[in-house]
């Protein structure tokens, strides 16, 4: 009993221990919990949500500075969310290539 008491408490802890943390709600320590976010990430984090509360990640990378893309994904991956939503990284537009054009024949007489 006790053996499966202990393994409960465990998988709770490490459950809880990768709960996400919604950088709308996060407190100062909520947020230098995620790997990447230090107490400078965090008070640009604070003072921009203090303006206004992130509508998602687009709105963060742009207006925080320090985190763009490549950033957002590894604290996403850490567990930070923005209103409960994950990164999912932007596609960015393909530029098509024209064919390159042919060449005439060059026309040559012996």
Same mark, same amino acid.
């Given at each position: 009993?006790?053996?499966?008491?202990?393994?409960?408490?465990?998988?709770?802890?490490?459950?809880?221990?990768?709960?996400a943390? $919604?950088?709308?709600?996060? =407190?100062?320590a $909520?947020?230098?919990?995620?790997?990447? %976010?230090?107490?400078?990430?965090?008070?640009?984090?604070? $003072? /921009?949500?203090?303006?206004s509360?992130?509508? $998602?990640?687009?709105?963060? %990378?742009?207006?925080?500075?320090?985190?763009?893309?490549?950033?957002?994904?590894?604290?996403?991956?850490?567990?930070l969310?923005?209103?409960?939503?994950?990164?999912?990284?932007?596609?960015?537009?393909?530029?098509?290539?024209?064919?390159? /054009?042919?060449?005439p024949?060059? =026309?040559?007489?012996?």
């Amino acid at each position: 009993m006790f053996k499966t008491f202990l393994t409960s408490l465990l998988a709770l802890l490490s459950a809880a221990s990768f709960a996400a943390v $919604d950088i709308n709600k996060a =407190t100062p320590a $909520d947020l230098d919990s995620i790997k990447g %976010i230090g107490p400078s990430t965090s008070t640009k984090i604070l $003072d /921009e949500r203090k303006a206004s509360p992130f509508k $998602d990640w687009a709105d963060v %990378i742009q207006r925080v500075p320090g985190i763009g893309d490549k950033r957002a994904a590894k604290l996403s991956s850490e567990g930070l969310t923005v209103n409960g939503d994950a990164f999912k990284p932007t596609a960015k537009p393909v530029v098509e290539k024209k064919p390159a /054009e042919k060449k005439p024949a060059s =026309t040559t007489t012996k």
